[in-house]
């Protein structure tokens, strides 16, 4: 009974000893499975502190690459000729972009890092589109175009979202690290809970205690290897943040540098524009007085000498006055050529048949070239119509067949082509998108330097002599391409010859394509001896004379010199045509039209007559006629017959014109 209660209690014993040593294996095991899992979270805390110290880096990186970048491209617009500036910009904003594809990289596996940085990508793909535009200007050289694309992409704001994007990335990184050392802090301090209760099983059961310790010990011997590694990131983080501070400083001031920089810059600029502009205005006044002061000699002689001569041959008269009479010509053109420069000629445009207006300018140009210029024309069968001023496109054809001819020294072939091309956009010059009509003037003269070729467009430069030509050729034929919608482009090889092409966009307007034969014999019709006309005219001079033309063309015109005499007399008498100044003192030509069609009942013909013509006036003028100072007799009759045939009522005789 002894034995047996003694193998029961050593059994009890051996049981409870194997449970105890079960139970404390058991603990043991968890506790080593508890150390493991927080040297584990402190490991995965630490990765995750060193990935989020690397994303830190690459977006700061980024941040001053952007800044590189843009201060690069602000000292290139500002300065065109120094191009390692153009060189710092690029290389500058393509290593942003591979920046950021290491950024995109860093932080893949989590959703809402991984959405910030494909806006961040976004951002940089739209910011490098805006600040492209400068940098192709700075590029081309084209001066205040590239400073003005910089400032529009200053003020877009798209490089504020960027800065703000890489600050919600490093923000989001900043939060997960805390949450990462809070866990880690936690799974240490459990560790080392468990490492105390571990001891004292220890202590109980022997040699497991022992071996219970040891793992203590390594365990925390590893802890501590941990701090001293946690603390020396946190210093080597401290120390990174304060180079980045040092950095950003750095760059604040070289901003501000270059801020103050490009405030002198600009001035200097601001200087040497008007230097220039001063410069421009004595070149033309040089070249304009010369060319005036030739033709007002012709002038000046020619009546000078049919005064001498009144009561010679009258032959002799005739042909001075002739000559008199094309001195003023040539004044009146190159006034036009100026105004066209200055796109202060208004435009008229009409749906014209480019075909059939250079078929018929045959003439013209034979007259105009001589006889040693061979001229070649090639019509494509089917040109689209334009929507362009006839005149206009005529006189654009003249110049650029006298360039020719003078490029050739009045010797050669010229060749006239149309063609209809499809055009992409800057394709040519800053053409946009869509059908166009190329005319092309081709010559085999000695053609153009590549320097020529640069300012081939730049007003008042010519490579003609002294009195030979004023330099606003080929910039009025660029004025007018450009207020038509179009472009001008040039083809040159020294020694070989030119091509200059026109390009005007094709019209699908409706309007009907105007006949010169049956508007002259419109006008021929309307022509009304007895139609009473008010004249409106500031200038006594002009008034006396115009006054003097209409009576010997058999009208009965009635003259004022100010806006509110013609509108008394308006209110007094009845009239069938008024002839009115654009430009008045007081109140202007389309003021008085406005004025009178709103108070008067009774349609009535218009007529504007100007020497120079603003562009908010341009809109008034289209609807109605307009002849240009100076003016011939035969002028005045074609254009006071087409106006009064636009007037809806029929013109009546003086003999019914009062009203009591």
């Not at 606003?472 to 083809?491: D, K, N, R, T, Y």
């Not at 409706?510 to 409106?536: D, F, S, T």
Request: glycine share 8%; with cysteine; aromatic share 6%.
């Amino acid at each position: 009974m002894f034995g047996d209660g003694d193998d029961i209690r050593f059994d009890w014993r051996r049981g409870g000893a194997a449970a105890a040593g079960l139970i404390a294996a058991l603990i043991l095991l968890a506790m080593v499975w508890l150390v493991a899992a927080s040297n584990g979270s402190r490991e995965r805390a630490l990765a995750a502190e060193r990935h989020a110290y690397d994303v830190a880096l690459v977006v700061r990186n980024v941040s001053s690459s952007v800044s590189r970048a843009e201060a690069g491209l602000a000292r290139y617009v500002l300065d065109e000729e120094i191009r390692p500036n153009g060189d710092i910009y690029a290389s500058n904003w393509q290593l942003a972009g591979f920046q950021i594809a290491q950024l995109r990289k860093l932080v893949k596996g989590s959703p809402d890092q991984e959405a910030r940085a494909a806006k961040v990508q976004s951002l940089y793909i739209l910011r490098g589109n805006e600040l492209s535009l400068a940098a192709r200007a700075a590029y081309q050289k084209q001066g205040q175009a590239g400073i003005s694309y910089y400032y529009q992409a200053a003020q877009t704001g798209t490089g504020k979202r960027l800065d703000d994007e890489l600050e919600h990335i490093t923000r989001a990184e900043r939060d997960a690290l805390r949450d990462r050392q809070a866990q880690s802090q936690f799974f240490s301090s459990e560790a080392d809970r468990f490492t105390d209760y571990l001891s004292w099983l220890g202590i109980i059961v022997g040699l497991g205690a022992v071996f219970l310790g040891v793992v203590a010990v390594q365990a925390l011997r590893q802890y501590a290897q941990s701090r001293r590694q946690a603390e020396s990131e946190a210093e080597r983080a401290e120390n990174l943040e304060y180079a980045v501070r040092e950095r950003t400083q750095e760059l604040w001031e070289a901003n501000q540098a270059l801020k103050a920089e490009a405030a002198e810059r600009e001035a200097a600029e601001a200087q040497l524009r008007q230097v220039q502009k001063m410069e421009a205005v004595g070149q033309l006044t040089g070249g304009i007085a010369h060319d005036f002061n030739n033709m007002l000699a012709v002038v000046v002689g020619g009546i000078d000498l049919a005064q001498r001569r009144l009561n010679g041959p009258r032959r002799e008269v005739l042909m001075h006055l002739q000559n008199a009479m094309e001195g003023a010509t040539r004044a009146a053109a190159l006034t036009r050529r100026l105004l066209s420069f200055a796109r202060s000629e208004p435009l008229l445009p009409e749906r014209v048949d480019t075909k059939g207006l250079i078929s018929g300018m045959s003439d013209l140009l034979d007259r105009t070239l001589g006889e040693r210029i061979r001229i070649e024309v090639d019509l494509a069968d089917e040109t689209w119509p334009n929507y362009v001023d006839p005149h206009q496109l005529e006189n654009a054809i003249v110049n650029l067949a006298v360039n020719a001819r003078d490029a050739m020294d009045g010797q050669g072939l010229m060749r006239i082509a149309t063609r209809n091309v499809k055009l992409a956009a800057n394709e040519v010059g800053d053409v946009r998108a869509g059908d166009y009509v190329k005319i092309s003037v081709t010559d085999t003269g000695c053609g153009m330097t590549k320097e020529v070729l640069d300012r081939a467009f730049e007003p008042f430069f010519t490579t003609k002599p002294v009195g030979k030509g004023t330099g606003l050729g080929l910039s009025q034929i660029f004025g007018f391409a450009h207020q038509s919608g179009g472009e001008v482009g040039i083809e040159s090889q020294v020694g070989r010859g030119t091509t200059v092409s026109i390009y005007l966009p094709r019209t699908e307007a409706a309007a009907p394509i105007r006949l010169r034969q049956a508007a002259q014999k419109a006008e021929a019709e309307a022509h009304v001896p007895g139609a009473r006309i008010l004249l409106v005219e500031d200038d006594p001079r002009v008034r006396a004379a115009t006054v003097g033309a209409l009576e010997d063309l058999d009208y009965d015109p009635i003259a004022c010199s100010s806006g509110a005499e013609a509108i008394q007399l308006f209110h007094e008498k009845e009239f069938d045509l008024v002839i009115t100044d654009v430009i008045m003192p007081e109140m202007t030509g389309p003021e008085l039209i406005r004025h009178l069609k709103t108070t008067e009942t009774r349609d009535f013909a218009v007529l504007f007559v100007t020497g120079y013509v603003g562009e908010s006036e341009n809109d008034d003028l289209r609807s109605h006629e307009l002849l240009r100072k100076p003016f011939t007799v035969g002028a005045l009759a074609s254009a006071v017959s087409a106006a009064l045939s636009r007037s809806s009522e029929p013109p009546r005789s003086s003999a019914a014109g009062a009203k009591g």
